[in-house]
């Protein structure tokens, strides 16, 4: 069974927004971090926003300000509403949980990407 699944990304013009869902086949509080990642083709995986399981957020510098995470435990669902968005946001978007927030090889599941492509 695929541990988490995401949806919602799509072809916009810059300044629009998305919101990226992720469900997850577990409940989130076997989870101490969930966060998205996003990867463009040819370069490292990087992490975009994250929150704790006592509901504390980080984001990429990159996206503070336009991007948010929240989470909702009774429909075992993870969000990012991206607002404003610009062509550099353009990437792979993936859903990943785990048992810290601290890297990379913290996160043990794994969506499989979902495309977000902003025109300018």
């Known amino acids: 069974q695929v541990p988490l699944v995401e949806s919602g990304g799509g072809s916009v013009q810059a300044g629009e927004s998305l919101k990226l869902s992720c469900v997850a086949s577990?409940?989130?509080?076997?989870?101490?971090?969930m966060a998205w990642f996003r990867q463009v083709p040819g370069l490292t995986r990087a992490g975009v926003a994250a929150?704790?399981?006592?509901?504390?957020?980080t984001y990429a510098d990159s996206v503070k300000g336009r991007f948010t995470i929240s989470k909702d435990n009774a429909e075992n669902a993870l969000y990012l509403q991206m607002n404003n968005l610009e062509p550099a946001d353009t990437a792979i978007y993936y859903c990943?949980?785990?048992?810290?927030?601290?890297?990379?090889?913290?996160?043990?599941?794994w969506g499989q990407g979902t495309q977000v492509t902003v025109f300018s």
């Open positions: 990943a949980a785990g048992s810290r927030c601290n890297q990379l090889a913290d996160f043990g599941d």
């Open positions: 577990k409940a989130l509080y076997v989870y101490e971090c």
């Open positions: 929150i704790e399981g006592d509901g504390t957020v």
